[in-house]
C-alpha cells in the first residue's frame, strides 16, 4: 500500500532531498532502453485470438484480415499524409476484426488522430464484437491523449475485473494517467502492481514520474523524488528519460535540490543528455519565461541578477556535462557564452 497512500501524505508533509546511494549494484545499463521512450505495446501473438470481453470466446482472422492489418501498419507510422492511406484503406472494410481495426487505432495513434482511433475502438463497443488484449493498451493510450480519464478508469477496472492485467497494460494505464497529470491514479495503478505481484520495472516508475512533471499539483516534485527512491530502492535502473521527467517536476525547486538530483543521476551511471541539461539550467538559473532567453544579450541580462556563487555553481555543472560528453543545443549553448561573460 505504500505508493498510493505516501503519495497522497505529500500533500501535506515534506521530504527531504535524496542521499545518494552508496554500494548499490545496479543491473547492467544495457537493460536500459531509452531509444523506445515510454511506448510500450502489446504485440499480435497467441493472446490475440482471446477475448477479453467475452471469455471462452477464441477468434482467428483470415488471410485477408491478416492482409488489411499490415497494409495499415506499413501506412501508420505517423508520416505526414499516412492517415489518409489507412481511411482509404478502412473504407473498403466493414467488419470488426480486432487485428485490423487495432492495426487502426495505433495508426492513428501515431498520427495524432486520438478522436479517429478512438471512435475505432467505439466501433467495436457498440457492436458488441470481440476484443483482444493487444487493442487495450491502444485504447487506454489513445483516451489518456483525449484526456477522458473517465474512461481510461473504466477500461483499467474492466481488465482488472477479467484478470487481464499484464506489464503491458499497467504501462498503458499509466501513460494514460501521465498525459493528464494525474499522480494519484497513476499511484494507484503502481499500487495495483504492488498487491499482485506482477514484476515492476523501471518504465513504469518513469512513466509515474511524467504523471508528476505533467502535473500542476503543488507536491508533483516531492513525488517525483519520492518514486525516484522507490526505484532505486527495487534494484532497477532509472534511465536519462527517468531523470528529465523527475527534473521537469522540480520547478520551483531549490538550487541545492536540483544540484542533489545531478549527484544522484552520476551516482547511478546516468550519463545527461540536452534536454536534462536545459530544463536543469532554466531552472536552476531561475528563467524568467519560456522562450525568454533567445540571445545572449537577453541571458546575461537575466544572469546579473543572481548571486555570483548560483553562477560558480552553473559553470561547474556544465563543465561536468561537457565533460561527460554532453552535445549542448543552442540554448545551453547560449547559457555556456553568457557565464563565461560573466565570470
Known amino acids: 500500500m505504500w505508493s498510493l497512500f505516501a503519495l497522497l501524505a505529500l500533500r501535506a508533509s515534506g521530504l527531504s532531498t535524496f542521499a545518494v546511494p552508496n554500494e548499490r549494484k545496479q543491473p547492467p545499463l544495457h537493460l536500459q532502453r531509452q531509444k523506445e521512450g515510454l511506448d510500450v505495446y502489446q504485440s499480435a501473438g497467441a493472446e490475440f485470438y482471446d477475448a477479453i470481453n467475452l471469455p471462452g470466446v477464441r477468434i482467428e482472422p483470415t488471410k485477408e484480415e491478416h492482409r488489411l492489418a ?23 472494410y466493414s467488419g470488426y476484426s480486432p487485428l485490423v481495426l487495432n492495426a487502426a487505432m495505433r495508426a492513428a495513434l501515431n498520427s495524432r488522430m486520438y478522436p479517429e482511433g478512438a471512435r475505432l475502438f467505439e466501433r467495436l463497443r457498440r457492436s458488441n464484437a470481440p476484443i483482444t488484449l493487444p487493442v487495450y493498451p491502444t485504447a487506454l493510450k489513445l483516451y489518456g491523449k483525449l484526456h477522458d480519464e473517465g474512461e481510461v478508469r473504466k477500461l483499467w477496472k474492466e481488465l482488472v475485473h477479467f484478470e487481464a492485467v499484464n506489464y503491458v497494460v499497467v504501462q498503458a494505464c499509466i501513460d494514460a494517467y501521465a498525459d493528464n497529470g494525474n499522480i494519484t491514479g497513476a499511484a494507484e495503478v503502481l499500487e495495483y502492481l504492488e498487491n499482485n505481484t506482477i514484476q515492476m520495472n523501471a518504465r513504469h516508475f518513469t512513466s509515474a514520474i511524467n504523471a508528476c512533471a505533467n502535473s500542476k499539483e503543488n507536491y508533483r516534485a516531492r513525488a517525483a523524488k519520492f518514486l525516484l527512491e522507490k526505484l532505486l530502492e527495487k534494484g532497477l535502473q532509472p534511465s536519462i528519460i527517468t531523470y528529465s521527467c523527475v527534473i521537469r517536476s522540480m520547478q520551483q525547486s531549490e538550487g541545492q535540490e536540483l544540484l542533489d538530483l545531478v549527484s544522484n543521476m552520476t551516482a547511478q551511471g546516468v550519463k545527461a543528455n540536452n534536454v536534462f541539461a536545459e530544463n536543469f539550467f532554466y531552472q536552476f538559473l531561475k528563467q524568467p519565461k519560456e522562450g525568454s532567453w533567445t540571445s545572449k544579450a537577453a541571458v546575461v541580462a537575466d544572469l546579473r541578477k543572481l548571486p555570483r556563487e548560483n553562477l560558480k555553481r552553473a559553470k ?23 557565464l563565461e561573460s560573466l565570470l
Open 316 to 338: 561547474d555543472v556544465m563543465n561536468e556535462f561537457l565533460a561527460a560528453g554532453v552535445e549542448l543545443n543552442a540554448s545551453c549553448r547560449r547559457i555556456k557564452a553568457a
Open 70 to 92: 499490415s497494409r495499415i501498419k506499413a501506412s501508420g507510422n505517423g508520416e505526414p499524409g499516412q492517415w489518409s492511406q489507412v481511411q482509404q484503406i478502412l473504407s473498403e
